[in-house]
């Protein structure tokens, strides 16, 4: 028996509208093993976003982006494969559903970003990360319930020979909700958003859309 036809509809529905989202050209998304303890169905994507090109550089709002930029345009050109965030997106099916869920679908999240020493210090920072996450997903539209997460902030201190390393602050944050439907394409270009913004760079213009960049298989 192929084994398509085992999986439920409802989900395959829901891997077409992933296929669907249109994200920035600055992130790397693509497949990877999802959990399989979580649910008897689910799909894992990994996320890296790493500098805009030249042709492309818009001034980073924050981060090691923003300092990069600066530098660049004080003496030498940033590489553009600087690493800037990075993140994990889940989606998780039960089709006999889930009451701590509220449904039967289940979206879980990661993003990690390092912050430069102004944003990573400020007492902030972790209520302005829930808050990227909760504009995301009101900016796309996308209608969710039972939202929850937690935010970390990771301070990393070199010593020995290492002590000429900088000191480094990074955000991480964890957050799952549960969809209003099958349709998940725009939590997905929602989370997208997420981890631009983790990583620094400014909101794409107004009637700018993004550009797929990913390998969904």
């Known amino acids: 028996m192929n084994a398509l036809a085992q999986v439920p509809a409802d989900f ?36 890296e976003v790493f500098s805009p090109t030249a042709a492309t550089r818009q001034v980073p709002v924050h981060g090691p982006a ?45 993003i ?4 430069d020493a102004e944003m990573g210090n400020d007492a902030m920072l972790g ?29 990393s201190e070199s010593f020995g020979t290492l002590a000429e390393r900088p000191d480094t602050i990074d955000i991480e944050l964890r957050a799952s909700w549960t969809p209003a439907s099958a349709d998940v394409q725009a939590h997905l270009e929602a989370w997208s958003d997420m981890v631009c913004t983790f990583a620094g760079l400014p909101p794409l213009p107004p009637g700018v859309t993004g550009l797929p960049n990913r390998r969904l298989n």
């Open 127 to 155: 209520s302005v990360a829930w808050t990227w996450l909760v504009d995301a997903l009101e900016n796309h539209a996308a209608p969710h319930r039972a939202a929850g997460g937690t935010a970390t902030r990771i301070l």
């Open 66 to 110: 923003a300092k990069a930029f600066a530098q660049s345009h004080a003496n030498s050109p940033s590489t553009d494969d600087d690493e800037l965030a990075t993140g994990r997106f889940i989606l998780l099916h039960d089709p006999d559903g889930s009451a701590v869920w509220e449904g039967e679908f289940r979206i879980v999240t990661y």
């Open 12 to 47: 395959l529905f829901a891997l077409g509208t992933l296929r669907k989202a249109q994200c920035r050209s600055e992130l790397r998304l693509e497949e990877i093993p999802a959990p399989a303890r979580l649910a008897p169905y689910a799909v894992a994507l990994g996320a």
């Open 112 to 115: 990690r970003a390092q912050m």
